[in-house]
């Protein structure tokens, strides 16, 4: 298929995620069968300064589905300038803009869903960074009252600017991740803007998956539901009828022990080991749910300090878990 400028394997995608979506997350979530992953919000004023650490969030790997260089800005020639650096640095398949971010920290630098309020300033920088002829991808959130322009006349706005593509999360900025996703206002702009809007937002099954492709959406962005499923993936694809390994649809505990013992290191010899025992850590919550043992497994990962004993806990997995053929 081909969405936004760009060709892809499916239309289910790994959302970005900061903190998370680092090179070997993303790595990870494509061999399970993400067909597009985000790298985390980068800031392109990070960039301009030279900040080695904003730098490193422009790694990829081979092996990796398409990746969108998800950036932040408050104005377009720090947007324009930062992309021009990172494309030197980085390959991508895509240029992606912020415009949902809700935290304070960006909030304040004009960024993220300060943009919703500013239309005029949200466009010039997507026809800005449209000169440099990559894919331009719009992340937005739904846009409550009181702002200049609703959230069709903004997506239709930024299409009109040059955008291939948007995201939309059915939350406002100011419910952040609290409450529940508007499903009908996704549904509203891909019936708007037919081939140009993926879903974003309380998608935790194969049938919201489902559910957002089946009415008129491009693509959906799994995010929390992916690091409570990983799997979820694999399981989506099949389910729209995807070829998809047996490994993957059923996975056995040794399975997904050796992902996630394989994903630890990985995050380990590329960043940190805190790093890794973090990410494992939160992966490990959704994984092995309904085997025996599975209680007594948890109540022990959550007293390991640690990478190291992380991953010796992983590989002990068989004290806890009843085999699976």
């Known amino acids: ?44 004023s990070g960039l301009l300064r030279g900040h080695l650490k904003t730098s490193r969030m422009l790694d990829t790997y081979p092996g990796e589905a398409p990746v969108v260089l998800q950036l932040f800005a408050g104005d377009p020639s720090t947007l324009v300038k930062g992309a021009e650096i990172a494309l030197s640095l980085g390959t991508f398949s895509g240029l992606g803009i912020n415009m949902a971010c809700p935290m304070p920290k960006v909030l304040r630098k004009g960024a993220g869903s300060r943009l919703l309020s500013d239309p005029g300033m949200a466009c010039q920088m997507v026809s800005e960074i449209k000169r440099l002829g990559y894919p331009v991808w719009v992340k937005i959130r739904k846009i409550p009252g009181g702002n200049p322009v609703d959230t069709m006349e903004f997506c239709r706005r930024i299409i009109q600017a040059g955008g291939d593509h948007i995201s939309i999360h059915g939350r406002t900025p100011s419910q952040r991740y609290e409450g529940v996703s508007d499903k009908d206002i996704i ?21 919201d998956v489902m559910f957002f492709l089946q009415n008129g959406c491009a693509g959906v962005l799994l995010a929390r539901g992916a690091l409570r499923d990983p799997f979820l993936f694999p399981k989506s694809l099949e389910k729209l009828e995807y ?13 997904q022990v050796k992902k996630l013992v394989a994903l630890g290191d990985f995050i380990a010899c590329s960043r940190h080991e805190k790093l890794a025992e973090v990410i494992v850590r939160r992966m490990m919550a959704g994984m092995f749910k309904g085997l025996p043992g ?16 992380l991953r010796e806990l992983l590989e002990r997995s068989f004290l806890y878990f009843e085999r699976r053929d």
Do not use: Q
């Open 187 to 207: 549904l509203e702009a891909a019936g708007n803007f037919p081939g140009i809007i993926s879903a974003s937002g309380d998608i935790f099954t194969t049938d």
């Open 1 to 44: 298929m081909r969405s936004g400028g760009i060709d892809l394997k499916n239309p289910v995608w790994m959302a970005p995620l900061a903190g998370i979506t680092i090179p070997p997350v993303r790595k990870f979530f494509s061999d399970l069968g993400a067909g597009l992953t985000h790298t985390e919000m980068v800031s392109c």
């Open 243 to 255: 070829p998809v390994t047996d490994e993957l649809l059923d996975p056995s505990v040794d399975y």
């Open 294 to 309: 599975v209680s007594d497994f948890r109540k022990t990962g959550a007293e390991a300090r640690g990478w190291i004993e």
